[in-house]
């Protein structure tokens, strides 16, 4: 196991000799296989352990056990205790999102305060075909079918290498003693459904499960890696700085055989999505000058060129506004309330000044700027779209009306004319899980 540990970190160059670690300790089997392998690596290390207080006196009983191991060992010892619950539910989070942005909010600060080279977490191969699943059933590409990575920033995973039966048999031959988490043995999360149920049945399928999945990560990274060079190729033909402004030439755009996929590469970088990047190519061809956003940038479409730049400061000030998903309301230039529920708690509710949307469907985070000429929308109960200026007719708005009009956008997408009509593509459907509602205030 050790020699098989020095050979992964040598590959990966995750370590190097002198320098010094911020391990991250849970108490379970597999940190403190981490913290036993590396110990006996030229490596200073010290012991960080989070104390989310979700399993009452089991998480303090962990905290304890983590604190006694350090202590034994004559290790540096970090600990934080979170309020998680408040935390997610102040945030919209799910609990196990909170916990994951809370521990590593907390091990980047240590490691800028306390000077430590990196933090190891204790991911092992099993976690790594987990989340391979996970993702898959998200829906994803390249890069999120290669799971988790052996380092990423800061953080590094010395373990991943290793299953997770490897480390039990490891533990046991040398009496290494660890923390059970009751949680783990439940139902109650995809990941745990996955481990249970789903890899132990594909295990038994085949005994070449592991050496499959090996070697599949590793030819996802080499596609993975390809098709980068082959962007950034095209990054480099395609793309023109010029002070503020980034010109794509549409002459190369159009040539491509594989426009979609090509022109959301280059975009993704600036937080533009799938959807406007169909948008975009809608109208690769129309002679009118189209606008589209992201969170941080404006594409505008030319008859040469799509040029973009960043949203300056006095847009985000006094021309756009922004929703994120931790919001929970906005005061100004509109009163709105934000709310995020199951699908079963929903009541629909038909009324103009309420947006009951599709939480699954809505790129965050989320942007209120006044209508535009050109802004178009396919209303609630249309097949088609319909321009706005046209719905604004139809609606018979006065001027002042007009001139007051607010939309909310996702990713470049109306999703809705506030205080009119919602989307029909962001609807909420049977198949939708979760819902976004938005609330205007009088």
């Known amino acids: 196991m050790l020699a098989n540990l020095q050979k992964y970190i040598f590959d990966h160059q995750l370590l190097v000799e002198g320098q010094k670690i911020l391990l991250t300790v849970s108490g379970g089997i597999d940190s403190m296989v981490m913290a036993h392998l590396l110990a006996q690596l030229p490596v200073s290390f010290a012991v960080a352990h989070c104390n989310f207080g979700l399993r009452g006196t089991e998480s303090d009983a962990d905290e304890i056990f983590v604190r006694d191991y350090a202590q034994q060992n004559q290790l540096p010892f970090f600990v934080k205790r979170f309020d998680t619950k408040c935390f997610a539910t102040e945030n919209n989070f799910s609990i196990q999102l909170a916990a994951r942005d809370l521990r590593y909010v ?22 790594q075909t987990e989340t391979f699943f996970i993702n898959l059933l998200r829906g994803t590409g390249i890069a999120g079918l290669q799971g988790i990575k052996p380092y990423n920033g800061n953080c590094i995973r010395p373990l991943l290498f290793a299953t997770r039966a490897q480390i039990v048999d490891y533990a046991f031959r040398n009496n290494i003693a660890y923390r059970d988490d009751s949680s783990n043995q439940k139902d109650d999360y995809l990941r745990n459904r996955l481990r249970h149920h789903v890899l132990p049945a594909l295990r038994e399928s085949s005994d070449r499960f592991e050496s499959g999945f090996k070697s599949t990560f590793g030819i996802l990274k080499q596609t993975h890696d390809f098709i980068d060079d082959e962007i950034n190729r095209r990054r480099s033909l395609m793309m023109k700085k010029e002070g503020d402004y980034t010109l794509i030439r549409l002459s190369y755009l159009r040539q491509e055989a594989h426009q979609h996929f090509v022109l959301f590469e280059l975009l993704k970088p600036f937080g533009f999505n799938h959807s406007t990047i169909n948008d975009i190519l809608k109208n690769i061809d129309s002679t009118e000058s189209r606008h589209f956003l992201s969170a941080s940038h404006r594409l505008t479409l030319d008859r040469e060129h799509l040029v973009m730049m960043p949203l300056t400061n006095q847009e985000d000030s006094s021309d756009f506004f922004y929703i994120k998903k931790e919001d929970v309301q906005m005061r100004y230039p509109l009163k709105l309330r934000y709310s995020v529920i199951p699908r079963q708690e929903l009541r629909l509710k038909k009324s103009a000044d309420i947006a009951q949307l599709d939480y699954h469907k809505l790129q965050f985070q989320l942007t209120l700027r006044k209508w535009q000429s050109g802004d178009y929308f396919y209303p609630l109960g249309m097949r088609g779209r319909k321009k706005l200026s046209d719905f604004i007719t139809d609606q018979k708005m006065t001027a002042i009306e007009k001139q007051n009009l607010w939309v909310i956008l996702s990713g470049g997408h109306i999703v809705w004319v506030v205080g009119h009509r919602i989307d029909e593509r962001y609807k909420v459907s049977s198949a939708t899980q979760k819902v976004f509602v938005v609330e205007l205030e009088s």
């Open 106 to 127: 907390w091990f980047e600060e240590l490691i800028a305060k306390e000077g430590f080279d990196a933090y190891a977490t204790a991911h092992n191969f099993d976690d």
